[in-house]
């Protein structure tokens, strides 16, 4: 039986992401920047909550941890690299592990860029990606402590995944993204279709993530950088692909 994947709205754009096994009855969390609309989830579902997966240490992914620990004994897992910002940790990861998680295995991928120490959780069986404020819905994370060339080498291992895989992210940036994403390819027909789409979901008050990889490589600028026709579109022809990634991550920032 598949995982069921309950997409939660928390604080103001964040989101928090339920994993559900209807045959254990166990529950894992993705994130955890509030503790009451999750609490709710789950009592409004009857699920316990055994397992909570970090994926760094800002406060709007991390607040509602203790909280829903002490409600329910939930085990926390996170990045050793991060473990001296993070909650307490039950087991600290690094890129290579494969733990599991609700029966089925999680790969730890580094994608170091937003925040040196980030991670994001790869399930393959399950066809998802928790990608945080990594790789986001036509979007990365803004640059806070790592490198462009960093952020760069943690998109490429994110864009290599089967591209079926659906992008779980953690912030409702979509809208803002599309525009911007318009100003590096306007006349990018797949992007100009999915901001459309994005624009109708929004005014209908509807999520605009999970994504899926392949809508990312065929829209999101940021996986496109190395691209002939972006780096033309950005006057940067024959330029080094992570110098285009930082000038198009430079604009945004800007935007």
């Not at 209807?22 to 789950?42: C, K, M, N, S, Y």
């Not at 864009?159 to 992210?169: I, M």
């Not at 065929?218 to 033309?232: G, I, M, Q, S």
Request: with cysteine; aromatic share 6%.
């Amino acid at each position: 039986m598949p995982l069921e994947l309950v997409t939660l709205p928390c604080l103001a754009d964040n989101y928090a992401y339920l994993l559900h096994n209807a045959v254990t009855g166990q529950t894992a969390l993705v994130d955890a920047p509030e503790d009451f609309p999750i609490q709710r989830a789950l009592e409004e579902r009857g699920w316990r909550l055994d397992l909570i997966l970090l994926t760094h240490h800002h406060w709007d992914h991390i607040d509602g941890v203790e909280p829903l620990r002490a409600a329910y004994g939930a085990k926390v897992i996170g990045a050793a690299a991060d473990a001296h910002r993070l909650p307490k940790l039950d087991l600290a990861v690094k890129e290579g592990d494969v733990i599991e998680v609700l029966g089925e295995p999680a790969h730890v991928i580094d994608v170091s860029g937003h925040t040196v120490g980030h991670i994001a959780f790869y399930m393959p069986d399950a066809g998802l990606v928790f990608t945080a404020d990594s790789l986001m819905a036509l979007g990365c994370g803004r640059l806070f402590e790592g490198t462009p060339a960093q952020m760069w080498q943690s998109l490429l291992k994110l864009r290599a995944l089967p591209p079926e895989t659906v992008v779980c992210s953690g912030h409702e940036y979509s809208a803002g993204n599309a525009r911007f994403a318009l100003t590096i390819e306007p006349g990018n027909a797949a992007l100009r279709a999915r901001a459309e789409e994005i624009a109708a979901q929004r005014g209908r008050g509807e999520a605009t993530v999970p994504s899926r990889l392949s809508e990312e490589i065929a829209t999101n600028p940021f996986l496109r950088a190395d691209l002939p026709e972006v780096k033309a579109a950005v006057g940067l022809q024959g330029a080094e692909d992570a110098a285009v990634f930082a000038h198009i991550r430079a604009r945004k920032d800007k935007f």
